[in-house]
């Protein structure tokens, strides 16, 4: 979502945020993980209704779930002390974050209460090392055509989150599968869906949207963003 041929598409404490542990998880037997106390469950599979129903797809260049599963890992490089690559599987063994906030497009279109399931961007960056010199963060997608960046203070934001579920189910195919960025006070442009790398690096990178013209920072306007849903 977010995306578009013809256009791309107060933080509030409260039972929507699970606490975080102070390390990862141990996969069991069969590559799953304990829940945490609080938030809601997670569990790999499809989900329709809810927050699914009205959300509009735009991406141009729609991937197959056969062909990311295959061979769908994350990697973690460039400017970083500690290279690291996960699977699917080891990513849900991290400390996992539910929040519940607004989904913006830049047509004017919004989701509201999307109760993401994924981990903290600043988290993932704190277990690598940001080495000296990272200004910025590159968020490869699968095809590379919608890649996209952001300023590092940006990646930090406490509300910033790699998203792999809603609602406790894998993100749904068109909605990015299986990791996206979730950024809930930017427009979805610059919430990057069908991530296999993160780089950081030294300069920015300006995306497809950005390249057509679209705003570098993508933010919402203030009227339409939610106290306690970015």
Do not use: M
């Amino acid at each position: 979502g977010g995306s578009s041929p013809a256009g791309p598409d107060a933080e509030a404490p409260g039972p929507d945020a699970a606490p975080l542990p102070d390390a990862a998880a141990t996969p069991g037997p069969d590559g799953s993980c304990p829940a945490p106390g609080e938030g809601f469950s997670f569990s790999p599979g499809p989900a329709t209704g809810g927050v699914q129903d009205g959300w509009g797809e735009r991406t141009v260049d729609p991937q197959t779930l056969e062909s990311l599963l295959a061979s769908w890992t994350l990697q973690v490089d460039g400017l970083v002390l500690t290279p690291t690559t996960f699977s699917f599987a080891e990513l849900l063994c991290l400390p996992r974050q539910d929040q519940v906030t607004d989904f913006h497009c830049v047509e004017g279109w919004s989701i509201s209460d999307v109760p993401w399931n994924g981990i903290r961007l600043s988290w993932l960056l704190d277990r690598v090392g940001v080495a000296p010199g990272a200004t910025h963060v590159v968020f490869h997608t699968v095809g590379d055509t919608y890649n996209e960046s952001h300023p590092l203070d940006v990646a930090r934001e406490e509300r910033t989150l790699l998203g792999y579920g809603i609602a406790g189910n894998t993100l749904p195919l068109k909605h990015g599968f299986p990791l996206r960025v979730v950024i809930p006070r930017l427009c979805g442009y610059k919430n990057a869906k069908y991530i296999y790398k993160i780089s950081l690096a030294d300069a920015p990178l300006e995306g497809f949207w950005v390249q057509a013209g679209y705003p570098y920072g993508g933010e919402v306007s203030p009227d339409r963003l939610r106290p306690g849903k970015y």
